[in-house]
């Protein structure tokens, strides 16, 4: 699977331990920065692996920033993402089978490098399951087209 990650600076020994196991479980990785611990701000790396994922260029994106909090906001303004920040991997790999996440988010301050590997392992295992679940997330999507629901 192609994957786009990105992360601010709080993000970058934790970024560097995730591209290096989603390379070995094969899995084509690109960075998108930020590439040093100089602080910068998160929106910026959001929205770039956001724009990635939402234009079909990467199948899916992981993103971090100290809480995931910050870097997820910025992601989900984009049209078409579905990031969903999460620090436990029971809901990272619900969070595709109901709510189609194409993005995975969590805090490099929250979560230690082992857990962010089980975190990212059952988000990547999980399929979307559609069926009752595809109506909610078509509500998401109105929502985001400033439809009525
Ligand atoms: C940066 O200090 C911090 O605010 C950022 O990484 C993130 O946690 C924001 O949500």
């Known amino acids: 699977m192609k994957i786009a990650i990105g992360g601010d600076h709080s ?3 934790l970024k560097k331990e995730i591209i290096k196991y989603l390379e070995e479980l ?3 990785v690109k960075d998108f920065g930020t ?6 701000d998160y929106p910026i790396y959001g929205k770039k692996v956001a724009d990635e994922v939402a ?5 899916g994106g992981v993103l971090i920033c100290g809480t995931g909090i910050g870097i997820s906001l910025a992601a989900n303004k984009v049209k078409g993402i579905r990031a969903a920040v999460c620090s436990e991997p ?3 790999k619900l969070s595709k089978q109901h709510n ?3 993005i995975i988010a969590f805090g490099a301050r929250v979560v230690g490098v082992d857990l962010a590997k089980m975190i990212v392992k059952e988000w990547l295992d999980a399929e979307y ?4 679940h595809a109506r909610r997330v078509g509500l998401i999507t109105k929502i985001e087209n400033g439809e009525e629901i």
């Open 100 to 102: 189609n996440s194409n």
């Open 55 to 59: 234009s079909g260029r990467y199948e």
């Open 11 to 13: 993000s970058i020994e």
């Open 35 to 40: 590439y040093t611990s100089e602080s910068v």
């Open 26 to 28: 094969g899995h084509e």
């Open 90 to 92: 029971y809901s990272a």
């Open 129 to 132: 399951e559609g069926g009752r």
